[in-house]
């Protein structure tokens, strides 16, 4: 049993650079979304009405005539001559539609099943988008283990636990992000007080992100502290990352034999999955 989604597709600003033809959309709804996907393409946050009108596959007065629409509704907003960028409207249609996600009530059952399965530490990571691309832990089940044994301090709870290019859960998470936000991450520093795994090469760190691509799981190796071994797989609302669930356990009490471990990971995140599309989860 494995999570795994289709790699994205070439964007219509990679086709327009190595100059294949773009098919532009036929109707006018289905421009207003190219432009509004667009500003998911680029990188940062502030471009010019070409860049949004090249990533779109759309002329410039078409790009220009859906933006300012979408200004008086708050989905875009212009900074300057000829710049724009993602409006609060936009963040509130994402709130709105992120709120429905499954809550404590519904995942913490399947995290007991996984500790009762492995014996391991069972956690639960969203991402988070304040203050950067993040994650933070919304649930978890230990068992009876003191939270003070797992030897992490508050500075690595506000900082490693956080960053999405430290531990297997950091990584799974950043594997199914965009590009864009990708290289963001990448350009952060590694937390001073993360494990001696932690991965510092940038290349090397991004061909694991291709590999738990392929795989739908990752294994993390002292990451993010010393002494103890990771293993975390994706929880997708469809094709989009919502958060990873992590197992934990002292590295001396990992098995050689990790398919086990990978299959009850693997089997947590995709029950919470299922989750974000059943129309149960919000009433559970």
Known sequence: MKITTAPPARTVLEQRQKGAPIKPPSSLAARAFAVQQAFTRLPGDVHSLRAIA???????????????????????????????????????AGVQAVAHSPGAA???????????????????YVLSPFGGAKRLCTDYVIGDMDPAEVGMSAEDVVSVSRSLRTGASGRVILAYLPQTIQDLVLAEEVPPTAGPG?????????????????????????????????????????DSIMGAVLLLKRSTEMPPDLRPLIFHTLKAAESISELTTSPLSAAL
């Open 106 to 124: 519904s995942t913490h059952g399947i995290l007991e099943r996984l500790h009762q399965a492995t014996g391991g530490l069972a956690l639960l």
């Open 54 to 92: 090249g990533a779109a596959g759309l002329d410039d007065a078409t790009t220009h005539r859906i933006l300012q629409t979408g200004v008086g509704d708050g989905v875009f907003e212009q900074v300057g001559r000829g710049r724009y960028r993602l409006g609060t409207g936009t963040a509130r």
């Open 198 to 238: 932690v991965i510092r090469d940038n290349d090397a760190l991004t061909e694991t992100l291709v590999e738990i691509r392929q795989l739908g799981f990752g294994v993390g190796r002292q990451e993010c502290m010393p002494g103890w071994d990771s293993v975390a797989a994706p929880v997708l609302w469809h």
